[in-house]
């Protein structure tokens, strides 16, 4: 079965600082991959999504992430952390063809905490 | 453009009962799935719609249900509530598949007392 892992529950970093948020998935088709931040008592938020393009994606708020089948990975970055980047951050998978329809499987998410 | 609206934001109901959350979609978009939201389960998909048609189920009991009309809102019903169905539901809709991305509402927080 398709799983999503994100390696660290809580990463800190200093403002400024690079962020780098790791995610592998299990699978041997490549599926679409997502990126969601979560701010408290709110939904998710698309950050960025891959579906076969360029393997280096460009999202929302300065983050990107690269697509590396070799390693299933596609871990998220940010060049320079805000203060207002601190929120819960979710990777998704979805498989595709038509028996996976809407439903992405999330890992446990990773808290960001970006210190002044 | 209106995003995804659920509807109501927080519910507290006693064990028993049952509750009936809702969600309307971007306009134009066609198929709404839910999520259930916990501590200790994360985030966990409950069912899809499409053109008022259930394509895909989770692993949840059959107390979980929901339908979709004909303008594509959609409702998910939990009968006989239980305190393990504490959780924030999330509604999701997308135009058509997955690769369009899908886009979610703020919630509904559900307490179960």
């Known amino acids: 079965a398709q799983s999503v892992t994100q390696l660290g529950s809580h990463v800190s970093v200093s403002e400024g600082a690079l962020v780098l948020l790791r995610c592998n998935y299990s699978s041997s088709v490549p599926p679409y991959l997502f990126w969601y931040v979560q701010y408290p008592n709110q939904g998710l938020q698309l950050l960025l999504k891959y579906t076969s393009a360029a393997t280096l994606v460009k999202g929302i708020n300065g983050f990107e992430a690269e697509f590396k089948k070799s390693e299933t990975s596609f871990h998220l970055t940010k060049p320079s952390a805000h203060m207002s980047d601190a929120a819960e951050y979710f990777c998704a998978v979805s498989e595709r063809g038509s028996s996976n329809t809407g439903k992405l499987i999330f890992g446990q998410g990773t808290t960001l905490q970006v210190k002044p | 453009k209106a995003g995804v609206t659920q509807t109501p934001r927080y519910l507290i109901k006693t064990r028993g009962q049952q509750v009936t959350l809702s969600c309307s979609p971007i306009s134009g978009h066609r198929s709404v799935s839910w999520y259930q939201q916990t501590p200790g389960q994360g985030l966990q998909f409950l069912f899809e719609?499409?053109?008022?048609?259930?394509?895909n189920k989770g692993n949840f009991p059959g107390r979980f249900s929901g339908r979709q009309f004909s303008n594509s809102r959609s409702e998910m019903n939990v009968s006989t509530l239980e305190l393990g169905d504490s959780a924030l539901y999330l509604c999701?809709?997308?135009?058509?598949?997955?690769?369009?991305?899908?886009?979610f509402g703020s919630g509904t927080r559900l307490t179960v007392v």
């Open positions: 999701a809709s997308s135009k058509r598949t997955g690769e369009s991305g899908y886009t």
């Open positions: 719609y499409f053109s008022e048609t259930q394509r």
